[in-house]
């Protein structure tokens, strides 16, 4: 799996730029919802195509209550500074081979100071195994996670970079070494270098990060 970070998403570590009043003002079409425990309470949740949002489920009215005084705060993620998605299972020493599943765990990046990144974790906790494959096939389709030999190759071909400051990878070797080898092809493509014989490559024109999460 791999993702890119614009230029302005960096610069916005320096400087936030002005938003965009018309843009904020679209609405945001929500791809999925459905209910998670988050933070150990009941959450209704929302993934839209720029955010995943939360609100806490609240009782109902009692008698003589007012909606103001339930209503809850909502919360959310931006779905770029989500790095990689797993599946939260827990797994019994006394049963090797059989595990239980929790839900799904995001691994996201926060600001934590000027121009400082802190890696952390949101577990959105449902034991329905219908339910958390439909949502991980989902964050999976958005965060571009490979799935085969030669998938990290298609993606970065087809993927439009520029904009990009570059480019990371999160998996084995395996995984680094075909973004690697797709980054300096796309470069002999964009050099007009003839690729059956090539005296010296073009370096390639984005750098390329790598965070080692492989199997072993």
Known sequence: ??????????????????????????PERVLLRGIFEIRRESCDVALGERA???????????????????????E?????DIFSVKLKRRCWAKHPGRDTLLGITLFICLKEQRNKLKDSTLDLINFSEDHCDIWFR??????????????????????ELRGFDGVVCVGGDGSASEAARALLLRAQ???GVEMDCIPTL???????????????
């Open 138 to 159: 989902q964050f999976k389709k958005i965060l571009d996670v490979t799935e085969y030999e030669g998938h990290a190759l298609s993606l970065l071909d087809e993927c």
């Open 1 to 26: 799996m791999f993702r890119g970070r614009r230029r302005s998403r960096v610069g916005a570590l320096e400087e936030a730029p002005p938003e965009n009043p018309k843009a904020a003002a679209e």
């Open 189 to 191: 493509k964009n050099a």
């Open 202 to 216: 073009v370096g390639a024109e984005l750098p390329l990060g790598f965070i080692p999460a492989g199997k072993a």
């Open 52 to 74: 995943l949002r939360w609100r806490r489920i609240q009782p109902e009215l009692p008698a003589g209550g007012t909606r103001h005084d339930l209503l809850s705060k909502e």
């Open 76 to 80: 959310s993620l931006e779905l770029e």
